[in-house]
């Protein structure tokens, strides 16, 4: 067996040799060595580095790389982009501009070392990263139940720091939460989406382009609801009999005559008007127009809704006037008499009356209601006294008239 494998044997090596020729040549025809390039897309990492620092880096160019790989066909025609991996590692940056890329094989077809880079770092630029602070505000959508509204609105945290590129800080406008009271009816604590805008109004996303914030992007917001009423406005006008010689207090006017206020239920439900009460008419000879303040009228923790704070009351002082005006007997009515009589008024009576001129100037013997007492009285004539009432209480009469009064039995 020796012998059998010894004999010959340079021939027999001349015969492998040329056996690997022909099958190299046929294996070169049939599965050729070609190339490829791959555009990888570059993962960047260890960008914690350059948070420390107070800085991010913006990519200058494309952010993939190209790479160019020479197998035999079979093999280059089985690849694609996600056999490969492209790693830029800021930790290695140098230059301050250049981030070393590394493209390694992920596939077994392909040794690290076969892989041809177009490129070995990829090109930076770094900005300082700025952090600015906004006071979180809010919007309220919907509407809280009838006789309520919103009060005062308490937001934890009140504010949020938002870091972000240098050069995008002046674009972060406001901080807002949007707060659903519908249908509310009481204080309440609700949960609400924090929300960054610049200043078109457009949202902008937390979390992309280098932005960050110091929330969870959900704040606590504490509702207080207010039971809101309407009163009407009186006025407590002192040293209204000590005006000037000559003239007479003719009453007051308040403009508005009504005032919406808001309170919390426990400190507006006994509230049904605001009096102003510190007024005073001594020594006036013609109408006053004030202006008054009414927040200081109010109890505590009730204040006026939307409406102004301001009221004016108007003094109405006027010079006295005096005037005759004949009532006629028809006009005179006949009280408290007994039902077995019956009464006749038999004259007219003429009084003269006395109050604000321009009351009296207008006034008729329409504008007064006059009667007398037959309390007692029997049959006969008698005299008796007529009283006399007005419409305006600032009207008298100067001096009180009897008429003749005839009573018959029935």
């Known amino acids: 067996m020796k012998n059998l494998i010894l004999k010959n044997w340079p021939l027999k090596i001349l015969a492998l040799f040329f056996a690997f020729v022909v099958w190299f040549v046929v294996i070169k025809i049939t599965d050729p060595q070609i190339s490829k390039t791959f555009e990888i897309p570059i993962e960047f990492i260890n960008d914690e580095v350059l948070a420390q620092n107070g800085q991010v880096a913006h990519i200058v160019g494309d952010q993939t790389m190209t790479v160019r790989v020479e197998k035999a066909r079979s093999i280059i025609t089985s690849l694609s982009e996600d056999d490969f991996s492209a790693v830029a590692d800021y930790s290695k940056m140098y230059r301050d501009t250049q981030v070393p890329v590394k493209v390694t094989s ?127 406005i009186d006025a407590e006008v002192s040293d209204t009999d000590r005006v000037a010689d000559g003239f007479i207090y003719a009453g007051y006017t308040v403009s508005p005559a009504k005032l919406t206020l808001s309170g919390l239920r426990n400190n507006i439900s006994s509230v049904t008007s605001v009096v102003i009460n510190d007024i005073s008419a001594r020594g006036l000879n013609a109408p006053v127009e004030r202006e008054i303040d009414v927040r200081k009228y109010l109890p505590e923790g009730v204040e006026v809704y939307k409406d102004s704070t301001i009221v004016k009351v108007t003094l109405n002082v006027e010079e006295i006037a005096e005037k005759e005006i004949t009532v006629p007997a028809s006009a005179i009515k006949t009280e408290n008499l007994h039902n077995t009589y019956n009464a006749q008024v038999s004259d007219s009576v003429t009084v003269t009356v006395r109050g604000p001129e321009s009351v009296v100037q207008a006034m008729t013997a329409s504008d007064i209601t006059a009667s007398v007492n037959l309390d007692g009285l029997g049959k006969g004539v008698h005299k008796v006294t007529v009283r006399c009432t007005f419409a305006s209480e600032y009207v008298s009469v100067v001096e009180r008239k009897n008429v003749t009064v005839t009573v018959t039995s029935k």
């Open 106 to 232: 992920l596939s077994d077809k392909v040794l690290d070392s076969e892989i041809e880079q177009e490129a070995l770092s990829v090109e930076v630029s770094l900005e300082n990263l700025q952090t600015v602070s906004k006071v979180i505000e809010y919007e309220t959508t919907g509407k809280p139940a009838t006789g309520y509204v919103v009060g005062s609105v308490t937001i934890d945290p009140a504010s949020v720091s938002v870091t972000c590129p240098e050069s995008y800080s002046q674009y972060v406008n406001r901080a807002v939460v949007e707060i659903n009271v519908s249908d509310m009816n009481e204080t309440s604590t609700v949960s609400a989406e924090l929300k960054l805008y610049d200043g078109n109004g457009e949202t902008i996303e937390v979390g992309t382009n280098n932005i960050s914030w110091d929330s969870t992007g959900v704040v606590e917001c504490k509702v207080e609801l207010l039971q809101v009423q309407t009163v009407i």
